[in-house]
């Protein structure tokens, strides 16, 4: 049952590079030492296997009012009440020169804020039509259509380069578009778009159709089959959540269809694939000059008119998110964090999904494989409670809630624990969440609404998260029935990285205790090379050592560095039935010969309590940094550490077990400091007041000699 119900709906860090695709030279001399491990042609094998005919995606349109009236009153009433809201506001925008301020000042926000407002306003549009079906929509739609049509590019400025790591063009070229995330999923918003409200546009005019199928053909599908893209992967290119998010929406450009529509008619009903109108059909247009060529006179080819061209396409999407897998160790762990899941191990499970209705039951086996389970559970590895996840690199503790997207991923893999986990997390939020209000992704939210009732139905089932080390980014996580417990080994090397290696996460009664940022609001210098001059990017702002020449403030401060070779060595975990322990010496990440030797230790003694044991051989003075989310108090044996009147501070001298207290949380017992420095970190930037609504506190820990133990209760 569950299946038929969903058949309906589904049937590292850099910019691009952008140059000829020559297949004849994968696995040359010149990217074969790169190649750290033998590729597995995953999908691809999986899809040239299979022998069954191709199908259409197919989506319920506007006119399939019963699966429409289906819906749960309570979503039809948001959705309306939704597209209603976005109606009233006006269509954004913008110039040249707001494309071109990325490129002057760095500055993102600025274009990003109205080119997804458009993109906003035309989804919740869309949604609220399909409820309603009333017409009183249709004339916005269309504006909003053609408006983004109308653009001159839909890649961001962001990523407006032809080659990875390369500076961006400040204006774009329309001869050769760049094909980003966000051309990829403004084609697959458009083509969804006519998709569905098709029985209500055609009879408006069949151009509306034509002129998407166009856009798509030139922005999407000629890069898409013409050039090669870094994130399209070859041998010794790095992969990150770019291949599989890409890849997801030039499927749903090229194959998503009606329902009436007969196997192997264009999307657009043209005959011969061809641009420009049918004479035949549309007589009030000339007819064609024969003496010259068909494509002179408007008349040529689409590049996936044919069954064998589609295959092609599907082929080079399946070898693509094989090469994007090869990133993967067996052990599933997404190294751009839990935020990035979203982007990286669902769309992962998009594209595979596409792919299963495209090519029926193709990828039925390769769901089942180990490395695509825990791909598809690292997600529950990485809950803390509540709305918290733990967060590295460039994600927030706040990742989202679980939607449709994760409980069909669990159901594909055969994994109920995770298929309850996904449907509990649904059903507790809140309405806006339900309809993925804040998404501009037509096809997630389409796909949502119709999961919508087995996820409200779906069993619990009771499964505690095991503890778990995960090899591959030398993560521990642990659990009692009060703490919640990351340690980090591992390298700087990492997509997204921020300088972290050997850094702790913990939470107490699923609160924050000791906490990872995140990272503030993108801009140009998130990716390049000033990423770590951003404060949060460093090792001084996560719960690590750092070190200093001399015994001053003015002495030079010595942090982490980045890159695959600061990375910890001796790594060794246990996982016990009392105790889980995670031991590291992390003193290469600083790269200095004078830090010889720094070893960590951290452990968990089930309900009773967390340490942190530092051990360090070097020359430098340490001093450990800790990061809370609630406000510290000091005290010594003989009181409070003393507060700066002016600036309320806490520094000075600390005695032989002192005691931190953060917050009512906990406390923190200190062995090993000589004195001890708080302070105050506002919390400014938008995107880490998601996170966190007030400031956060540095508390920085002197070491006395060369052992330093914290004992956490």
Same mark, same amino acid.
């Given at each position: 049952?569950?299946?038929?119900?969903?058949?309906?709906?589904?049937?590292?860090?850099?910019?691009?590079?952008?140059?000829?695709?020559?297949?004849?030279?994968?696995?040359?001399?010149?990217?074969?030492?790169?190649?750290?491990?033998? !590729?597995?042609? @995953?999908?691809?094998?999986?899809?040239?296997?299979?022998? $069954?005919?191709?199908?259409?995606?197919?989506?319920?349109?506007?006119?399939?009012?019963?699966?429409?009236?289906?819906?749960?009153?309570?979503?039809?009433?948001?959705?309306?009440?939704?597209?209603?809201?976005?109606?009233?506001?006006?269509?954004?925008? @913008?110039?040249?020169?707001?494309?071109?301020? @990325?490129?002057?000042?760095?500055?993102?926000?600025?274009?990003?804020?109205?080119?997804?407002?458009?993109?906003?306003?035309?989804?919740?549009?869309?949604? $609220?039509?399909?409820?309603?079906?009333?017409?009183? @929509?249709?004339?916005?739609?269309?504006?909003?259509?053609?408006?983004?049509?109308?653009?001159?590019?839909?890649?961001?400025?962001?990523?407006?380069?032809?080659?990875?790591?390369?500076?961006?063009?400040?204006?774009?070229?329309?001869?050769?578009?760049?094909?980003?995330?966000?051309?990829?999923?403004?084609?697959?918003?458009?083509?969804?778009?006519?998709?569905? &409200?098709?029985?209500?546009?055609?009879?408006?005019?069949?151009?509306?159709?034509?002129?998407?199928?166009?856009?798509?053909?030139?922005?999407?599908?000629?890069?898409?089959?013409?050039?090669?893209?870094?994130?399209?992967?070859?041998?010794?290119?790095?992969?990150?959540?770019?291949?599989?998010?890409?890849?997801?929406?030039?499927?749903?450009?090229?194959?998503?269809?009606?329902?009436?529509?007969?196997?192997?008619?264009?999307?657009?009903?043209?005959?011969?694939?061809?641009?420009?109108?049918? +004479?035949?059909?549309?007589?009030?247009? +000339?007819?064609?000059?024969?003496?010259?060529?068909?494509?002179?006179?408007?008349?040529?080819?689409?590049?996936?008119?044919?069954?064998?061209?589609?295959?092609?396409?599907?082929?080079?999407?399946?070898?693509?998110?094989?090469?994007?897998?090869?990133?993967?160790?067996?052990?599933?762990?997404?190294?751009?964090?839990?935020?990035?899941? *979203?982007?990286?191990?669902?769309?992962?499970?998009?594209?595979?999904?596409?792919?299963?209705?495209?090519?029926?039951?193709?990828?039925?086996?390769?769901?089942?494989?180990?490395?695509?389970?825990?791909?598809?559970?690292? /997600?529950?590895?990485?809950?803390?409670?509540?709305?918290?996840?733990?967060?590295?690199?460039?994600?927030?503790?706040?990742?989202?809630?679980?939607?449709?997207?994760?409980?069909?991923?669990?159901?594909?893999? #055969?994994?109920?624990?995770?298929?309850?986990?996904?449907?509990?997390?649904?059903? %507790?939020?809140?309405?806006?969440?339900?309809?993925?209000?804040? %998404?501009?992704?037509?096809?997630?939210? /389409?796909?949502?609404?119709?999961?919508?009732?087995?996820?409200?139905?779906?069993?619990?089932?009771? *499964?505690?998260?095991?503890?778990?080390?995960?090899?591959?980014? *030398?993560?521990?996580?642990?659990?009692?029935?009060?703490?919640? &417990?990351?340690? #980090?080994?591992?390298?700087?090397?990492?997509?997204?990285?921020?300088?972290?290696?050997?850094?702790? =996460?913990?939470?107490?009664?699923?609160?924050?205790?000791?906490?990872?940022?995140?990272?503030?609001?993108?801009?140009?210098?998130?990716?390049?090379?000033?990423?770590?001059?951003?404060?949060?990017?460093?090792?001084?702002?996560?719960?690590?050592?750092?070190?200093?020449?001399?015994?001053?403030?003015?002495?030079?401060?010595?942090?982490?560095?980045?890159?695959?070779?600061?990375?910890?060595?001796?790594?060794?975990?246990?996982?016990? #039935?009392?105790?889980? =322990?995670?031991?590291?010496?992390?003193?290469?990440?600083? *790269?200095?010969?004078?830090?010889?030797?720094?070893?960590?230790?951290?452990?968990?003694?089930?309900?009773?309590?967390?340490?942190?044991?530092?051990?360090?051989?070097?020359?430098?003075?340490?001093?450990?940094?800790?990061?809370?989310?609630?406000?510290?108090?000091?005290?010594? %044996?003989?009181?409070?550490?003393?507060?700066?009147?002016?600036?309320?501070?806490?520094?000075?001298?600390?005695?032989?077990?002192?005691?931190?207290?953060?917050?009512? &949380?906990?406390?923190?017992?200190?062995?090993?400091?000589?004195?001890? !420095?708080? %302070?105050?970190?506002?919390?400014?930037?938008?995107?880490?007041?998601?996170?966190?609504?007030?400031?956060?506190?540095? =508390?920085?820990?002197?070491?006395?000699? #060369?052992?330093?133990?914290?004992?956490?209760?």
């Amino acid at each position: 049952m569950l299946i038929s119900v969903f058949r309906i709906l589904y049937n590292r860090r850099g910019m691009m590079q952008y140059g000829p695709d020559m297949p004849e030279n994968r696995g040359s001399e010149e990217t074969a030492d790169m190649t750290m491990k033998t !590729h597995q042609t @995953f999908l691809e094998s999986a899809c040239e296997s299979s022998k $069954a005919p191709l199908e259409r995606l197919i989506m319920p349109d506007i006119s399939d009012r019963e699966r429409w009236e289906s819906l749960s009153p309570e979503l039809k009433k948001a959705l309306v009440e939704e597209g209603e809201k976005r109606q009233k506001e006006p269509w954004t925008e @913008f110039l040249l020169s707001d494309y071109r301020e @990325f490129k002057k000042s760095g500055d993102r926000k600025k274009f990003e804020d109205k080119y997804f407002a458009r993109r906003y306003k035309l989804n919740g549009m869309i949604l $609220a039509e399909c409820v309603e079906n009333k017409g009183r @929509f249709l004339d916005d739609i269309i504006d909003g259509i053609y408006l983004i049509l109308q653009e001159v590019s839909w890649c961001l400025p962001p990523h407006n380069s032809y080659y990875r790591d390369e500076p961006q063009l400040e204006i774009p070229d329309v001869t050769r578009p760049v094909l980003d995330l966000f051309a990829a999923e403004t084609g697959a918003l458009l083509k969804c778009a006519v998709t569905v &409200l098709g029985p209500v546009l055609d009879p408006v005019s069949s151009a509306i159709r034509t002129a998407v199928e166009d856009a798509l053909e030139v922005r999407v599908i000629v890069p898409f089959c013409s050039w090669h893209f870094w994130w399209m992967g070859r041998d010794g290119e790095d992969m990150c959540n770019w291949t599989p998010w890409i890849i997801q929406y030039v499927l749903l450009s090229v194959f998503s269809g009606r329902e009436e529509m007969a196997a192997g008619e264009t999307s657009d009903r043209r005959e011969h694939g061809s641009f420009g109108p049918d +004479p035949e059909k549309h007589p009030g247009y +000339p007819e064609p000059l024969m003496e010259f060529d068909a494509e002179a006179s408007g008349y040529r080819k689409r590049y996936y008119d044919t069954e064998e061209k589609l295959r092609k396409i599907l082929t080079r999407s399946a070898r693509a998110v094989d090469y994007f897998l090869d990133g993967y160790e067996e052990d599933g762990c997404c190294e751009e964090g839990a935020q990035y899941y *979203g982007h990286a191990g669902l769309c992962l499970f998009g594209c595979m999904d596409l792919m299963n209705r495209i090519l029926p039951a193709s990828m039925e086996e390769a769901f089942l494989a180990p490395k695509i389970r825990n791909i598809a559970n690292y /997600i529950c590895k990485m809950h803390v409670g509540g709305p918290y996840y733990f967060n590295f690199a460039d994600c927030s503790p706040f990742p989202g809630r679980r939607g449709s997207r994760d409980y069909l991923f669990a159901k594909a893999v #055969k994994d109920p624990v995770f298929a309850s986990f996904a449907a509990k997390d649904y059903r %507790e939020s809140k309405v806006s969440e339900k309809i993925m209000a804040s %998404e501009i992704n037509l096809y997630y939210r /389409i796909n949502q609404v119709f999961t919508h009732e087995a996820m409200m139905k779906e069993p619990e089932v009771q *499964g505690d998260p095991e503890d778990v080390f995960l090899k591959s980014q *030398g993560m521990m996580i642990c659990r009692d029935s009060r703490f919640t &417990l990351a340690a #980090k080994a591992g390298d700087n090397g990492d997509s997204h990285n921020h300088n972290d290696v050997g850094s702790v =996460t913990l939470y107490k009664d699923g609160k924050p205790f000791l906490i990872d940022l995140g990272v503030e609001t993108y801009s140009a210098k998130t990716f390049s090379g000033r990423r770590y001059e951003i404060w949060t990017m460093q090792s001084r702002y996560h719960n690590l050592p750092n070190f200093r020449i001399g015994d001053t403030v003015d002495g030079e401060l010595i942090v982490q560095r980045d890159g695959e070779i600061y990375a910890a060595r001796d790594v060794n975990c246990e996982l016990g #039935k009392d105790a889980q =322990t995670l031991t590291m010496d992390i003193a290469p990440t600083y *790269g200095r010969e004078e830090i010889r030797s720094y070893k960590r230790t951290v452990r968990m003694i089930k309900e009773d309590r967390i340490e942190i044991e530092d051990v360090y051989e070097g020359e430098p003075t340490c001093e450990l940094s800790l990061m809370t989310y609630e406000p510290v108090v000091v005290e010594n %044996e003989s009181g409070n550490v003393d507060k700066n009147p002016e600036t309320g501070v806490q520094s000075g001298e600390i005695s032989e077990g002192a005691v931190i207290r953060v917050g009512d &949380l906990g406390t923190i017992a200190v062995e090993g400091a000589a004195s001890v !420095h708080v %302070e105050e970190v506002p919390i400014t930037d938008e995107r880490l007041q998601i996170a966190w609504w007030h400031s956060c506190y540095l =508390t920085i820990l002197k070491m006395k000699d #060369k052992n330093l133990k914290l004992v956490i209760k």
